[in-house]
């Protein structure tokens, strides 16, 4: 199993462009997360789905955009890139939902908004 | 709301000694308390979860307590090893609008020293 898989692992965009951020699993798990990581403060959650066709914000939505049409893929849209979206960007799965079903994380993306 | 606390600075300790890391929560005791290992460019890696009707959960050298009294989780790795050189950061599942979420402490970066 290769778990939760990230596309790309850099980019760097410019102020006003747009990107794709993709994620796959392949544990067939049902919930799927989005999650970005600055220096020095915690995992903030941006968006998270419960199944396919089901999506909805976490802390920090603003500025982003998710689908889920299917089980293993759960893609985060950028529309127009900020300097403060400037992050480490970690896509994870787990079984449940409850707090007894450990995330798996994929190895993250480093976006760059210049 | 619900915080986590844990300690920013870098903990060095020599090689075969025990590190001891600490995370307190600053509300409600949650149900569940995960303890995840971060290596650099890399992603969160699950390492072990304690109930709150648990008082400790040990894993070959890793131990973790749960004090709800004193709301505070340990994690103990014993016998340390240079390869446990990583951030460590703990999560507790909160309520969060009508559903729960992770939250995740910034993590303690530990050195072990040959």
């Known amino acids: 199993n290769a778990g939760v898989t990230q596309t790309p692992k850099f980019r760097i965009l410019k102020i006003g462009q747009s990107m794709t951020l993709q994620c796959t699993q392949d544990?067939?798990?049902?919930?799927m997360y989005w999650y970005r990581q600055d220096p020095g403060m915690g995992l903030k959650l941006i968006y998270y789905?419960?199944?396919?066709?089901?999506?909805d914000k976490g802390e920090v939505p603003n500025g982003y955009n998710v689908s889920r049409s299917t089980t293993e893929d759960f893609p985060l849209r950028l529309e127009l890139a900020a300097p403060s979206q400037t992050s480490v960007y970690f896509c994870?799965?787990?079984?449940?939902?409850?707090?007894?079903?450990?995330?798996?994380f994929g190895n993250g993306t480093r976006l760059t908004v210049t | 709301s619900q915080k986590i606390e844990q300690n920013s600075e870098a903990l060095n300790i020599q090689e075969g000694k025990t590190a001891t890391l600490t995370c307190n929560y600053t509300?409600?005791?949650?149900?569940?308390l995960q303890w995840y290992r971060q290596d650099p460019g890399r992603g969160p890696v699950f390492l072990l979860l304690?109930?709150?009707?648990?008082k400790e959960k040990r894993k070959e050298r890793l131990k973790v307590t749960f004090d709800t009294t004193l709301k505070q989780s340990l994690f103990h790795i014993t016998a340390s090893q240079p390869a446990d050189s990583a951030t460590y950061l703990c999560?507790?599942?909160?309520?969060?609008?009508?559903?729960?979420?992770?939250?995740f402490g910034t993590g303690t970066r530990l050195k072990v020293l040959a």
């Open positions: 994870a799965s787990s079984l449940d939902r409850a707090g007894d079903s450990p995330l798996h």
């Open positions: 544990m067939n798990h049902n919930y």
């Open positions: 789905s419960v199944g396919a066709g089901i999506t």
């Open positions: 509300n409600y005791s949650p149900a569940y």
């Open positions: 304690i109930r709150e009707n648990e």
């Open positions: 999560a507790l599942d909160t309520p969060w609008e009508g559903t729960y979420k992770y939250i």
